[in-house]
């Protein structure tokens, strides 16, 4: 392959990692969000939210969103810089979640960006260092406009189906 090719290769397959993370997040997979870490990954998400190995991040983030109603994350504004089998990246986040709260649903907003250094090991992309720098938080008080979702949060989710990926498996699953 040569060398414009490659680059756009290994773009693609990091911008394929940052999703998944997104997705892992959203359905509750395990072994989906470590795959984006390396086993020896850090990841910092700020004093008094999660500083630690990088794969841990995605068990705490899975276990802490078990008491929300729903969960939505995207990715955007994707800049990466390539270095041979080194990559840096910037990405632009936005997460909505949802909670009750003494009887009242509550909306919790926050943009932040996550900036990555990642590693090609045995021609797999995944993170070495994530440090996240927050932009905007906020929770709210909201109103749903619909009924109960059509989405689920785990291996019945319909996406699973139409990717043609297995069902998480229970006992792999943050519950």
């Excluded at 984006?36 to 630690?52: I, K, L, N, R, T």
């Excluded at 990466?80 to 909670?99: H, K, Q, W």
């Amino acid at each position: 392959m040569n060398e414009t090719l490659q680059s756009l290769a290994d773009k693609q397959a990091i911008r394929d990692q940052l999703y998944s993370y997104c997705r892992s997040v959203d359905r509750l997979d395990l072994p989906l969000g470590h795959s984006v870490f390396h086993e020896d990954s850090h990841a910092d998400y700020g004093e008094g939210v999660y500083q630690g190995p990088g794969r841990g991040c995605i068990d705490k983030i899975c276990q802490d969103h078990l008491h929300l109603t729903s969960h939505s994350h995207q990715i955007s504004n994707i800049l990466i810089a390539l270095d041979g089998d080194r990559a840096g990246s910037e990405a632009y986040v936005t997460g909505t979640m949802r909670m009750l709260r003494d009887g009242k649903e509550y909306q919790i907003f926050v943009r932040a960006r996550y900036l990555d250094a990642w590693e090609k090991r045995d021609d797999h992309w995944a993170i070495v260092r994530r440090k996240v720098g927050y932009d905007h938080d906020e929770v709210r008080e909201v109103t749903s406009m619909r009924g109960p979702s059509n989405s689920a949060r785990d291996g019945s989710d319909p996406s699973y189906e139409v990717l043609g990926g297995q069902s998480v498996a229970d006992s792999t699953r943050c519950l």
